[in-house]
């Protein structure tokens, strides 16, 4: 065997092994698509949400009631990198604590406790199609988290009137 086959080779077994990389990661993806769907339908949001990037984070902010600036905010924090190390801290930060708010009130619109959110932040393709597919999880309404940033704010602009 030449450099050249042997070259081909490995090459033809990384394209395979990608193939079904991405396969997998496909199936996945529909898999959550669907649970987000669900989801969505148990809020009384359009399940067809799900399928627009940005508007199904949107959907489920409205359904948590979580502040949906923080979308805007996470979608925008990237642009921080420029600063060194802090902008990237600050940007993961700013991601953390807004998938904390997201899923806590998740789980709360569900009736369930904070320790089902942490299951939600840290396997969230295990626990979203639990809540979606359960029949005994039901939508009970809005219950987010206190959130420390826009509640103080809005605490400050009410007290400066």
Known sequence: MSNYEAAGAVFAGLMVFFGVFMLIALVIAIFMIIATWKILEKGNKPGWGALIPFYNTYLLCDMTGVNPWWILIVA?????????????????????YFSILL???????????????????????IFLPILAFGKE???????????????????NNSDEK
């Open 76 to 96: 925008l924090s990237p642009v921080l990198n420029v600063i060194p190390v802090i902008g990237g801290l600050a940007s993961l930060a700013a991601s953390i």
């Open 103 to 125: 899923y806590v009130g998740l789980a709360r619109s569900f009736k369930k406790e904070d320790a089902y959110a942490i299951g939600l932040i840290l396997l969230p393709i």
């Open 137 to 155: 999880n039901k939508y009970v309404g809005k219950n987010p988290m206190k959130d420390i940033i826009f509640d103080n704010i809005n605490q």
